[in-house]
């Protein structure tokens, strides 16, 4: 089993910046692909960004347009969302997710194993 914990969200003005955190536990070595996705009130979830455990990384451009960067730290079981210019259409909550399948570097929310609670991030005008 893994548990996920985002942190790092909150309130910031258009043009801010944030960065995401989601700590992971548990049966860390089972995780190969970590992912984060949002998901704002009334929209379904949607996939951001992936990166592998090897350090590959995979984006949905139409969502993060070029403002957002995924890292990972393997040895702190950590991965990370950097995000800059934020709008306020990017005001959702904000969850990590983790893969266990080391065939694939998905962006199907579906595929995902196993959910952090979320962490709101709010884009004021």
């Known amino acids: 089993q893994v548990h996920l914990v985002e942190s790092g969200g909150g309130l910031v003005q258009t043009g801010g910046s944030l960065k995401l955190s989601c700590q992971a536990s548990?049966?860390?070595?089972?995780?190969?692909?970590m992912a984060w996705f949002r998901q704002a009130p009334g929209k379904e979830r949607e996939y951001l960004a992936v990166?592998?455990?090897?350090?590959?990384?995979?984006y949905n451009a139409d969502a993060v347009k070029g403002r957002f960067a995924i890292s990972r730290i393997n040895a702190k079981n950590a991965v990370y969302l950097q995000m800059d210019g934020l709008e306020p259409e990017d005001t959702a909550v904000y969850f990590c997710?983790?893969?266990?399948?080391?065939?694939?570097?998905?962006?199907?929310?579906?595929?995902?194993?196993?959910w952090g609670q979320g962490t709101q991030v709010t884009v004021s005008t």
């Open positions: 997710a983790a893969d266990e399948n080391s065939m694939r570097t998905t962006a199907q929310a579906g595929d995902y194993d196993y």
């Open positions: 548990g049966r860390t070595s089972s995780i190969n692909a």
């Open positions: 990166i592998t455990r090897r350090g590959g990384t995979m």
